[in-house]
């Protein structure tokens, strides 16, 4: 059973910091992308970030560009998405999901068409 499992969320200050982790089970983890989506109530899902597994590239949504980092650790089935400058727009609930291929070519569609696994999520709230 595929199974996506996301931690590091909270309560954090403008300006902090926060690391999420979302540890994967269920398959061969250095088959296929990671990404992080994001969805704020009232507002649409949106696709932040993607890691391949293939070669490791990196993508982002210009709204986290040069404040948040992803990163995988394929020895422990775990994807972390670092964020730093954080603002009360980070302001979500924030879900890993396990992409389709092994090479991502962008951050996860917000209709969902280009992953098929995810987790219950992770609650971000940035205080202003």
């Known amino acids: 059973e595929v199974q996506l499992v996301e931690s590091g969320g909270g309560l954090v200050q403008a300006g902090g910091s926060l690391r999420l982790s979302c540890a994967a089970s269920?398959?061969?983890?250095?088959?296929?992308?990671i990404g992080w989506y994001r969805q704020a109530p009232g507002k649409e899902r949106e696709g932040i970030s993607c890691?391949?597994?293939?070669?490791?590239?990196?993508y982002y949504a210009d709204s986290v560009k040069g404040r948040f980092t992803i990163s995988r650790d394929n020895a422990k089935n775990t994807v972390y998405l670092q964020m730093n400058s954080l603002k009360p727009e980070d302001t979500a609930d924030y879900h890993c999901?396990?992409?389709?291929?092994?090479?991502?070519?962008?951050?996860?569609?917000?209709?969902?068409?280009?992953?098929?696994?995810w987790g219950p999520g992770t609650q971000v709230t940035v205080s202003s």
């Open positions: 999901v396990r992409m389709t291929t092994a090479q991502a070519t962008g951050v996860p569609e917000a209709e969902g068409h280009d992953y098929e696994y």
């Open positions: 890691i391949s597994s293939s070669d490791g590239s990196t």
């Open positions: 269920g398959f061969t983890f250095d088959d296929y992308a």
